[in-house]
């Protein structure tokens, strides 16, 4: 799929599929996206609990942070932390 619009509108195709009955649905089964990485640090890793927040990304700076991400193994979410607690600690509030 060329885009996220295309991919949740294939998501949403699937899903009334699913809900008219033309796919049966197999308990505990899953499929992981390809593009999916989990990014909830581990317990015991963040010094307080974590919340999540959504943020909008353009397609180009979601498949900078994806290649980013898979280059360094790292998970896209603490890719993003890390930038946001270095990126406040090099502008603090005056």
Known sequence: MSNTRDREAHYARLADAVVAGD????????????DYRPGRPRRGDAAEGTRPLAVRLTDADRHRLAEYAERTGQPMSAV??????????RHPVA
């Open 80 to 89: 993003i932390r890390a930038a946001i607690d270095e990126y406040l600690g």
């Open 23 to 34: 796919y049966e649905v197999i308990e505990r089964s899953v499929e992981v996206r390809p």
